[in-house]
């Protein structure tokens, strides 16, 4: 068997057939290259704007404290430096909370109603971070955007399955991971352009506070974007005729995505029990682990390199260039077939970036601000293994499992990272910086693990198929990754 056929059964046992006449379709329906991009087409028109939207929205609302960090919000609220690592903590233990009732949630109703609901809810509460004025208060609601913002990522997740092949999802996973970087330039803007305005008097209330209602606001508005235009399935989308519905079912079915939304306890513990479960999750909590340090507390790294506040908004901007790293990356793993080894590269970056800012002396600052700008790209790991959760975990109910279990690991991680920033560290914050460095190197060796991991079971797949023959399976509904013998682990 050739690797492009072996491709080809990359959890997809559907054999190449003539295609069938008119409008009626049957199991055995094979797509013309035509109908294919114009489904594609389709799905990047009208669906994937707005889940680039989403997540831009969830990544700015979730920095905007980073920003305000250095716009007064610390000394009007009266926060130590331990109080403003704790209210990064908490929006984690929300996060952790929330994650697994809104995979459930997912999987039980309508996925667009859940998402829609969910982004006005923690918009509203974004908008209460300005009426917040003590520690307390301030944790409360750090607490309740995280619970509610956990739905956004594993929601994501299943709208890029449902629309999108195997090999299109790394790229399409990218593409709204990289929104990460337009919330860098937003943020940045938005937090200068206040802060301006607070130094000329312009403003009736604190520029921090303003942050946090405009975020508010516009997460609000694009909750009800995606309640009026967002399907919860592609046999519900205003966008496609009823003809165009049934192809991008026939479309995806290689995602053996079923239909039920019946719990399945044997594909809950079969998770528990699959050692690929275990390996996402780690890269998860390795990965997060320094990102609880970047993303909460970069506006003070900036600082400590001896930048004045304007410009530490305006150079922070800069980290936008983590967008390219989001496209590049996942698009390269797609279009050379390995998207765990592609992730070498941008961990190596970070590892490199990460030890300028630590060893390197005082006075060079500009040596120091490349490292800074060298630390981001590591982040790209997350969408990746995200991606690779996607094409690889068949089964509902245990890929909503798996996804959870990622994204707990991703909160326990978030959590850790804002303690290790300590103010009696101060000024080289050398456990910080070697605990990250660590960490960084350890996803790397993990992700070379779930590659070997790919490669043996699809080798044993295929001399198994070789000495029985091959059985092509009609009926997927309850398979997993594990039970369907004809799956193979696309890398």
């Not at 996973?173 to 940045?188: A, D, E, H, Q």
Request: proline fraction near 4%; hydrophobic fraction near 45%; glycine fraction near 8%.
């Amino acid at each position: 068997m050739s690797h492009d056929d072996k491709e080809k059964l990359a959890g997809d046992v559907v054999p190449t057939l003539a295609r069938t006449d008119g409008d009626e379709f049957d199991d055995n329906y094979v797509l013309t290259p035509e109908e294919d991009k114009a489904l594609k087409r389709k799905a990047d028109l009208h669906l994937l704007p707005i889940l680039c939207l989403g997540y831009f929205l969830q990544f700015l609302d979730k920095t905007s404290m980073s920003y305000a960090a250095v716009m007064g919000f610390r000394p009007d609220n009266k926060l130590s430096l331990s109080d403003y690592s704790w209210l990064g903590s908490i929006f984690y233990l929300g996060y952790l909370v929330g994650e697994y009732p809104m995979c459930v949630l997912l999987q039980k109703l309508p996925i667009a109603k859940v998402t829609a609901a969910n982004m006005i809810i923690w918009g509203a509460i974004l908008a209460m971070m300005a009426v917040a004025h003590n520690f307390a208060g301030l944790m409360v609601v750090r607490f309740l955007l995280g619970f509610f913002e956990s739905s956004i990522t594993p929601s994501l997740a299943l709208f890029t399955g449902q629309w999108y092949r195997l090999r299109e999802q790394g790229t399409r996973t990218g593409l709204w991971f990289s929104m990460n970087g337009l919330g860098y330039i937003v943020g940045g803007a938005m937090g200068w352009g206040l802060l301006k305005a607070t130094n000329e008097h312009k403003l009736a209330i604190a520029g921090w506070r303003i942050i946090f209602i405009a975020c508010g606001i516009a997460t609000v508005a694009a909750g009800l974007l995606v309640l009026f235009f967002i399907p919860d399935t592609p046999e519900k989308a205003w966008f496609l005729n009823e003809r165009e519905r049934r192809l991008v079912k026939i479309r995806t079915r290689e995602n053996q995505q079923p239909s039920n939304t019946a719990w399945e306890w044997p594909q809950f513990w079969e998770a528990l029990r699959d050692p690929l479960t275990w390996l996402y999750s780690l890269v998860a909590i390795l990965a997060c682990i320094p990102n609880g340090v970047t993303t909460n507390f970069f506006t003070i790294i900036l600082s400590t390199l001896n930048f004045s506040t304007a410009d530490t908004l305006l150079l922070g901007m800069i980290n936008s260039w983590l967008g390219i790293n989001y496209i590049l990356y996942p698009w390269l793993g797609d279009k050379f077939k390995n998207r765990n080894l592609m992730t070498l590269f941008p961990c190596a970056q970070s590892i490199t970036g990460f030890a300028l800012v630590w060893a390197l002396p005082k006075h060079m600052q500009a040596g120091r601000l490349a490292g800074f700008y060298l630390i981001i790209p590591y982040i790209v790991c997350l969408p990746i293994t995200l991606s690779l959760i996607t094409s690889n975990v068949a089964g509902k109910t245990k890929k909503s499992t798996v996804n959870a279990l990622y994204l707990i690991f991703y909160c326990v991680g978030n959590l850790i990272g804002p303690q290790t920033f300590r103010a009696q560290d101060a000024p080289n914050y050398t456990p910080c910086y070697v605990t990250c460095i660590v960490c960084v190197a350890l996803v790397g060796v993990t992700q070379v693990a779930i590659y070997l991991v790919y490669r043996r079971e699809n080798a044993r797949r295929d001399k198994l198929e070789e000495a029985q023959g091959v059985h092509l399976l009609k009926d997927l509904e309850g398979l997993t990754d594990r039970t369907n013998p004809h799956f193979r682990y696309t890398y």
